[in-house]
């Protein structure tokens, strides 16, 4: 079946570095593709997401950019702040409503 | 509107116990899905409902995993008996399945320990 595939965490940052989250999807076709942000103690909810090749999803000052060619939807910011620490999801749907995600990335951002 | 909503918030129980967990999802969508979060296996889809009806559960684990919807506002997913190695956090999230929407609301989960 399909899958998707993210860095491993945890990430470690300082605050007002640059982010980039790794993620990579094996559906075929054009599936939608997601990043999902999880605080502690909560659910997870939709930062961005991008439907076709080339889109560019953006939202908080996060992106990803949906690369064809070589399966991808990593994201990036440019200087996180500490705010910024959660679980980070990406997520392909590929046919139908059926969604699935990759492990989780999780992001520490240090004063 | 309230969104998902999940009960319990925590269950603890001993092992050989059945467990029931709930959902209530947002009025409208017709999508409903049942995820476990581990920090082995990460976020895994357990099974999804459309409009009621069981789409696909090759997620469920294993035949003491069961999940139901009986109406579009309600649903469980029951393990009997538990397991030590079911302890997770479930989540249930619902949507839309419009092509304009596509975003899944997730509840804040249930945090199931089986001792």
């Known amino acids: 079946g399909n899958s998707v595939t993210q860095m491993e965490g945890p990430v470690t940052l300082s605050e007002e570095a640059f982010l980039t989250i790794n993620c990579t999807y094996t559906?075929?076709?054009?599936?939608?593709l997601f990043w999902y942000v999880q605080y502690p103690g909560e659910g997870l909810q939709l930062l961005l997401k991008a439907t076709k090749a080339d889109d560019k999803g953006s939202n908080k000052g996060f992106e990803a950019t949906y690369r064809k060619e070589t399966t991808s939807f990593h994201l990036e910011k440019g200087s996180v702040q500490v705010s910024d620490s959660a679980v980070y999801f990406c997520a392909e749907r590929a046919g139908g409503f059926k969604t699935i995600f990759g492990a989780g990335t999780r992001l520490f951002v240090k004063a | 509107d309230a969104g998902v909503i999940q009960s319990p918030r925590h269950e603890v129980t001993e092992m050989g116990q059945e467990v029931t967990l709930r959902c209530k999802p947002i009025?409208?969508?017709?999508?409903l899905f049942w995820y476990r979060q581990t920090m082995m296996r990460g976020l895994e889809l357990l099974i999804y409902?459309?409009?009621?009806?069981?789409?696909?559960d090759s997620g469920m684990p294993e035949d003491r995993f069961s999940a139901k919807m009986p109406n579009a506002s309600f649903s469980t997913l029951k393990i009997q008996p538990s397991e030590p190695r079911d302890s997770a956090v479930y989540f249930c999230?619902?949507?839309?399945?419009?092509?304009?929407?596509?975003?899944?609301?997730f509840g804040s989960g249930t945090q199931l320990s089986v001792l």
């Open positions: 559906a075929t076709g054009y599936p939608s």
């Open positions: 999230a619902s949507g839309r399945g419009d092509r304009d929407s596509e975003k899944l609301f």
């Open positions: 009025s409208g969508h017709d999508y």
């Open positions: 409902f459309n409009n009621n009806v069981p789409i696909d």
